[in-house]
T-cell receptor, first 111, second 111 residues
Framework: DAMVIQNPRYQVTQFGKPVTLSCSQT?????MYWYQQKSSQAPKLLFH???????NEADTPDNFQSRRPNTSFCFLDIRSPGLGDAAMYLC??????????FGPGTRLTVL | DQQVKQNSPSLSVQEGRISILNCDYT??????FLWYKKYPAEGPTFLIS?????DKNEDGRFTVFLNKSAKHLSLHIVPSQPGDSAVYFC??????????FGQGTELSVKP
């Protein structure tokens, strides 16, 4: 089945220790998104790629970076995680207007 | 400034009855609206959508209504089933741009 896969599902890191979350897709979609979702809040878009074109949201902290080496893979790098970065991180893809397909998410814990 | 709002964080409904989930928006440029459903430990999954040129879209037990003058949309589920228990997010976009999500409403359908 075509899908969006996120690894790991749960990630624990220490305050200030860099962490990388990964996302892969078999849908061959040209757009990939990273969202941050904290409890009882709306998913918040961090950035997205349209093919190789990177689009950063204005309020995404510099601490968050992303890489998309090819159509299938996209990575979220958090350079120096703080306690406030603990959240669920959702990857999504889109091949046509508006409808997005989400992965299961990675829950990040920062100790 | 929250452009998409779901004012009810939770809703409890008896099995077999109608569930009505509400969503309000402020941006009159939004022209496409979606509902997503999210189970615990899973990513959101697309449920149903509606374009601003319509006022109703139906898919099986799910119907979305759009009232543009009131900037309000609602999702009706009838009859409600215990498997419908989940968090429901509404989302909106304008001209194929990014999705703006509401905070979600947790629906509980009691047997």
């Amino acid at each position: 089945d075509a899908m969006v896969i996120q690894n790991p599902r749960y990630q624990v890191t220490q305050f200030g220790k860099p962490v990388t979350l990964s996302c892969s897709q078999t849908l061959n979609h040209n757009v990939m998104y990273w969202y941050q979702q904290k409890s009882s809040q709306a998913p918040k878009l961090l950035f997205h790629y349209y093919d190789k074109d990177f689009n950063n949201e204005a309020d995404t902290p510099d601490n968050f970076q992303s890489r998309r080496p090819n159509t299938s893979f996209c990575f979220l790098d958090i350079r120096s995680p703080g306690l406030g970065d603990a959240a669920m991180y959702l990857c999504a893809t889109s091949g046509r207007r508006d409808e997005q397909f989400f992965g299961p998410g990675t829950r990040l814990t920062v100790l | 400034d929250q452009q998409v709002k779901q004012n009810s964080p939770s809703l409890s409904v008896q099995e077999g009855r109608i569930s009505i989930l509400n969503c309000d928006y402020t941006n009159s440029m939004f022209d496409y609206f979606l509902w997503y459903k999210k189970y615990p430990a899973e990513g959101p999954t697309f449920l149903i959508s509606i374009s601003s040129i319509k006022d109703k879209n139906e898919d099986g037990r799910f119907t979305v209504f759009l009232n543009k003058s009131a900037k309000h949309l609602s999702l009706h589920i009838v009859p409600s089933q215990p498997g419908d228990s989940a968090v429901y997010f509404c989302a909106a976009s304008s001209q194929g741009g990014k999705l703006i999500f509401g905070q979600g409403t947790e629906l509980s359908v009691k047997p």
